[in-house]
């Protein structure tokens, strides 16, 4: 296959005559259509999903007409497409030209059932030179259809950490589609613990020279869980960079048949275009499986069409737990749980730390933790770690 | 006072043909306060009966017993062993990404003591044990073993060891790959640990170099399986002019 393949097809967001995703396309193929409650086909009669905005004082926030706004750009799948034109108002966040956010902002998506999908769209636009750090948070129960386009204008430093802590029956489609200005700097977070399925779409293109993205994910899969990060970054500019980490942990019950089963695919594709000298990029995912029942995909694509860059690479790695660590630390007191807990959160370290907000840091340490069935900071050892 | 009995002990592991019995009946008891050495040519089980002691889950328990002041060791989970006391120094210590030495130690010192210890006499505890490992102090931000050169993971085995205060320390070939400036630190850290508390120590090792730093009043020659001649000091200085050829021989006819 061919990164252009996967996603780059289907420029416009016009619905009229889209194909519905089969389960045979590339695209697709690694998703459970049938567990999509339909969100693939048709989003007709969806509901509009609340958004409540908890913005840092410089921020500014509108309800748009979606249909108002110009096409969105970038990759545009079938569904997301549905859920663009079904959406009636759009969420438009701003950080005004030069103004540095004092504090987080977060806009927390709830949902509130399954029975009825939902759709949302968030506009983030980081005008020329701003500085700031918004959350999306997604909890409760919902089947969500999701589009997030982020502007990030000339000089401009933005962090988008998109936190997924559904419960457990929720099912969420969503694309994230990132322009990065010149020399603007853009840093995506995708964090994903719960949810039934959930498949997250990350896409940046840069529309000037010097730009950086860096997209960071973690997750974590547990029994009957399918969580699905395909990102892209589309070089088709000079001297831009790019940096793809994701890290994901796998706990399935094998008790449990096909339902018991771990599962999580990710999909990194990188397009170096003829006119993207000076390109630098490198993506990377590791698994970590701690049962059996479980299954983790991992697919880099770098397409190169052009020799003059800097640097281009990928790397993937899909290990089981080392029983030889747990023996290790068990042999020096420590019980076997803490001992997981110890590695767990020691293999998401890096990625976790690069987050830079200590507060969500802890959040994300927390869901970790949770997913190892410890309530949080159950280690009461590490709050008051001496460094 | 302490004491680590280990009697008649058989231990097999699975191969591709079969179980192979390495331990073929081990008689040893270790008390508070003494050294003993094992010594013996590589492949003679000496390992083995380090890691069967700590609990590893390669090696199977065919028969015998162990017990640490009569607490049957071999019905303990491998961490029940460490918190009962028993502390195994290892020759080739796991790398934890991700974990600093810090947090590792601390929650290992709070697992084996039942309570965190304060954070300040914490930090002042650990850097001066660092310090008399000739540590440095950035040592303890590093990943667990991560990246570590041979000297630096023998000195955090033995940090750890000073740290846990074992009742019974068992050090499998802690003085291989060590030059003789690492050779005479470790050495004193586990020397310092055996004037310091009632530690009995179980020293593994093929040469008899480390002999010269940490005297031992029992040597044992480990030959197949078996502990096959005891002795004091003095059989250590035999086996260093006269190596193992003897005993081999010896147990190879028997």
Known sequence: ??????????????????????????????????????????????????????????????????????????????????????????????????????????????????????????????????????????????????????????????????????????????????????????????????????????????????GSAELFGIYFADAGQHLEHRSLVDHAVPHCRSDVLFKGALRGDAEAGERGIARSVWVGDVIIRAAAVGTDTYELNRNLVLTDAARADSVPNLEIETGEIVGAGHASATGRFDDEQLFYLQARGIPADIATQLVVRGFFADVVARLGEPEWEQRLLDAIDGELGFAPEAADADQEDPQ | ??????????????????????????????????????????????????????????????????????????????????????????????????????????????????????????????????????MDPAFAERSVNEGFSGGEKKRHEILQMQLLKPKIAILDETDSGLDVDALRIVSEGVNRVKESGEVGTLLITHYTRILRYIRPDFVHVFVDGRVVAEGGAELADQLESEGYDSYVKAAAAS
Do not use: C
């Open chain 2, 1 to 134: 006072m302490a004491t680590l009995e280990i009697r008649d002990l058989h231990v097999s592991v699975e191969t591709d043909a079969g179980d192979r019995e390495i331990l073929r009946g081990v008689d040893l008891t270790v008390r508070s306060g003494e050294t003993h050495a094992i010594m013996g040519p590589n492949g003679s089980g000496k390992s083995t009966l380090a890691y069967s002691v700590a609990g590893h889950p390669k090696y199977k328990i065919t028969g015998g017993t162990v017990t640490l002041d009569g607490e049957d060791v071999l019905a303990m989970s491998v961490d029940e062993r460490a918190r009962a006391g028993l502390f195994l120094a290892m020759q080739y210590p796991v790398e934890v990404p991700g974990v600093s030495v810090s947090n590792f130690l601390r929650t290992s010192v709070t697992a084996v003591r039942g309570e965190a210890p304060k954070l300040r006499t914490w930090v002042k505890e650990m850097r001066s044990s660092m310090d008399e490992l000739s």
């Open chain 1, 1 to 210: 296959m061919t990164v252009t393949d996967t996603g780059a097809s289907n420029l416009s967001a016009a619905v009229e005559g889209r194909p519905v995703p089969t389960g045979r396309e590339e695209a697709w193929r690694f998703t459970p259509l049938p567990r999509l409650r339909g969100l693939h086909q048709s989003v007709e009669g969806a509901a509009q999903a609340e958004v409540v905005a908890d913005l840092a004082p410089e921020l500014r926030l509108e309800l748009v007409d979606t249909a108002s706004l110009p096409a969105a750009s970038g990759p545009v799948e079938t569904p997301a497409a549905l859920a663009l034109a079904a959406t009636e108002r759009s969420v438009v966040v701003t950080v005004p030209r030069e103004a540095e956010a004092s504090a987080t902002s977060v806009l927390r998506i709830t949902g509130t059932g399954t029975d009825r999908p939902a759709v949302s769209h968030i506009v983030v636009r980081a005008e020329a030179f701003s500085k700031a750090v918004v959350v999306l948070e997604h909890t409760g129960s919902a089947t969500l259809s999701a589009n997030v386009d982020v502007e990030l204008g000339d000089g401009a430093s933005l962090t988008l950490l998109s936190l997924q802590a559904w419960d457990d029956d929720a099912v969420h489609l969503g694309r994230q589609h990132a322009v990065v200005g010149r020399d603007a700097s853009f840093r995506s977070f995708i964090a994903s613990f719960g949810g039934d399925t959930v498949r997250l779409v990350p896409t940046v293109e840069y529309s000037a020279p010097g």
